[in-house]
């Protein structure tokens, strides 16, 4: 059983003090994970990057220290802390995947996800306008495409048991916000994009 609550929005954007937000989060889960216990499923719990405050440079594992802050990374964190602590300390059958940075197609802006990912506004930019605009001080960070996310999550699944609870499931290739546009602009040949 997947469990992959991405509601990114923050409380006040959805009218929600901080601690229903929370329990929005933390409940669910915890819910489905004596549900799935109950009949002997393995639980998959979807983490995020988030909780890195400011992730360091290069690429990230599951060793890297994690500083979530904010409410919905604090969420995140949680739900690894009750994977690691139920496999280790209870012997369920349960992992957490930690995500970094997803683009695919069909990804769109909604009430519980506002901001769609940068791959995903570039797109969308230079479709609209022919142009690409760029934070030359933003940092290099790992893309991963989200239907090969599908491939690692199956494969996890399919185990017969698991050695640990926490999987950082992330691309290695790390791209500046220009070398993505370039990537972007070298597929769309036939367009003047600046």
């Given at each position: 059983?997947?469990h992959g ?7 006040e954007?959805?009218g929600?003090?901080p ?5 929005d ?6 819910d489905?994970v ?5 009949r002997?499923a ?9 909780v ?5 440079p290069?690429?990230?594992?599951e060793?890297?220290?994690?500083q979530?802050?904010?409410?919905y990374a ?9 994977a690691h602590?139920l496999h280790?300390?209870h012997?369920r059958?349960?992992l957490?995947i930690r995500?970094?940075?997803i683009f ?5 802006a909604r ?5 769609t990912?940068?791959i ?6 230079v479709l609209d306008s ?6 030359p ?7 991963t495409?989200?239907?090969?996310v599908g ?5 996890l699944?399919e185990r017969?048991t698991l050695?640990?609870a926490?999987?950082?499931?992330a691309?290695e290739?790390l791209?500046?916000?220009?070398a993505?546009?370039a990537?972007i602009?070298a597929?769309l ?6």
């Amino acid at each position: 059983v997947v469990h992959g609550a991405a509601v990114t929005a923050s409380p006040e954007t959805l009218g929600q003090t901080p601690e229903r937000y929370l329990r929005d989060h933390l409940d669910a889960a915890l819910d489905l994970v004596a549900w799935a216990h109950a009949r002997r499923a393995r639980v998959m719990l979807i983490s995020s990057d988030a909780v890195f405050r400011a992730p360091p440079p290069g690429p990230l594992d599951e060793s890297t220290p994690i500083q979530p802050q904010g409410v919905y990374a604090v969420a995140k964190a949680a739900l690894e802390q009750i994977a690691h602590t139920l496999h280790a300390e209870h012997d369920r059958d349960i992992l957490a995947i930690r995500l970094g940075g997803i683009f695919g197609p069909g990804e769109r802006a909604r009430a519980s996800r506002p901001r769609t990912s940068l791959i995903g506004r570039m797109i969308d930019q230079v479709l609209d306008s022919a142009c690409i605009t760029v934070d030359p001080s933003a940092p290099a960070r790992a893309w991963t495409f989200a239907p090969d996310v599908g491939a690692a999550v199956r494969s996890l699944l399919e185990r017969p048991t698991l050695a640990d609870a926490l999987y950082h499931v992330a691309s290695e290739e790390l791209l500046t916000p220009q070398a993505a546009a370039a990537a972007i602009r070298a597929q769309l040949p036939e367009q003047n994009v600046t």
